[in-house]
């Protein structure tokens, strides 16, 4: 007999210990979901569906149970097969090979009475990126984008932007669709519609000439993130097809965009304050910045990844009008908590406003900063800069 090492007879490390563990609990819970999706009984097949999506939205991959779930496609049960279309979604790019097998059953899907099933169905459609069946997608997005449900036309919308990287010779059929898609009026579709013109043809401006004015006024009755691609297209259009605004004259279309979104800067989203912000920065005349003030200073409250994106933004806006932010001066007071970066930034504001009314209160407040290591060269060097900006003699303790 050969010997056996003092190695041989240690115990696997904790990690691996636990790894083992979890490998084989997964694996178990995979044998059992396997078997429930095979019961006659759609009550079980519905509850295993329930605890398989809620392990797929935890991040476990359940990729393995394709097989068994896919031929749940069919079914009558309406719970059932929108819990499976669910999971379709997830893992139909990932398994096309068997995804096909099924594609005869998704297209009745299109056709199903309930609309989330037919939406459903076209989305997984789209997910499968095999070349082969781009006409038969395509002929899903043509009847989407047509459907009477607006939850269908929203995802026949979300397709285009698939089947065009697939198969770009599309392109110009999907064009037609985007064209349909942008003369609907529900809020629901629209925003779907501009993210899929985005994707397509960003540079088309004459599909949306007929549409700008309509546009402007369903700003409010979008979703959130729809608000956020519509004013970026709404700004391309304006800075490319309309007049810049002068001291005296406003465009009419102009001055309806800029009306449209001032109510959007009470939005609880801040990516759509910071859009209307740039809208009122980029187009708007200079009169109309002021009313972002206080909607970007509230945003100064949020958590940091955010705060850095509203200071970087507000950095931007403090070049082109400084006395915007003259009476938030306290705003951008440095904080025990701030990050670096952050720190930096607000520093750097507080550098743009300085003026001979405030600089004393700004230099007061950069003296106490010099006593703070971290904080110290920072804001010798803004004390520098505004110097450099408001003449004024400095008080010996701030050049010390």
């Known amino acids: 007999e050969g010997s056996v090492s003092r190695g041989d007879l240690l115990p696997l490390p904790r990690c691996h210990q636990y790894r083992g563990r979890t490998r084989v609990r997964q694996e178990n819970q995979i044998r059992r979901f396997e078997g429930d999706a095979r019961w006659n ?9 329930k605890r398989i999506i809620n392990v797929v939205a935890r ?16 079914a009558k ?58 006409p038969i997608v395509l002929l899903a997005i043509k009847d989407g984008v047509r ?22 010779s599309l392109e110009r059929e999907l064009i037609e669709c985007i064209s349909l898609l942008l003369s609907d009026r ?49 700004t391309r259009y304006a800075r490319t097809q309309l007049c810049c605004p002068s001291v005296t004259l ?31 920065a980029d187009v ?10 206080n909607a970007l200073i509230r945003l100064v409250r949020t958590p940091r990844e955010v705060q850095m994106v509203v200071l970087l933004n507000i950095a931007s806006l403090c070049e082109r009008q400084r006395t915007m932010f003259d009476p938030f001066l306290k705003s951008f007071f440095v904080r025990s908590s701030d990050s670096s970066f952050i720190r930096k930034l607000k520093l750097h504001i507080l550098t743009n406003l300085v ?37 004024v003699s400095l008080p010996p303790a701030s050049i010390n």
């Open 77 to 134: 049960n309406l719970e059932l097969k929108k819990l499976v279309y669910v999971y379709l979604e997830r893992y139909a790019e990932e398994e096309q090979d068997l995804a096909l097998l099924s594609i005869s059953t998704f297209q009745r899907g299109l056709k199903d009475p309930n609309q989330l099933i037919r939406a459903s169905a076209l989305r997984v459609l789209s997910s499968i990126r095999v070349a082969m069946i781009s």
């Open 186 to 234: 529900r809020g629901l579709v629209l925003g779907s519609a501009v993210y899929a013109f985005d994707q397509i043809c960003p540079t088309r401006y004459d599909l949306i000439h007929a549409h700008y004015r309509a546009f402007c006024k369903a700003l409010v009755d979008i979703d959130e993130w729809g608000q956020v691609s519509m004013l970026k297209l709404l």
């Open 147 to 168: 459907d009477m449900s607006a939850y269908v036309r929203k995802g026949a919308a979300h397709a285009i932007p698939k089947l065009h990287s697939l198969d770009s």
């Open 41 to 49: 009984k759609d009550t079980v097949k519905v509850d295993a569906m």
């Open 355 to 391: 003026n001979e009314t405030n600089v004393h209160i700004i230099l007061r407040e950069l003296k106490t900063y010099i006593s703070y290591p971290s904080l110290a060269s920072d804001a010798i060097e803004a004390i520098g800069r505004c110097a450099l900006t408001v003449e």
């Open 250 to 280: 406003m465009d009419e279309d102009l001055s309806l965009l800029i009306q449209s979104t001032r109510p959007l800067l009470q939005s609880r989203n801040c990516a759509v304050v910071i859009a209307v912000a740039s809208v009122m």
């Open 59 to 74: 991040g476990k991959d359940m990729s393995e149970l394709f097989p068994n779930i896919v031929k749940n496609v069919a």
């Open 284 to 293: 708007g005349p200079p009169s109309s910045l002021p009313s972002c003030g």
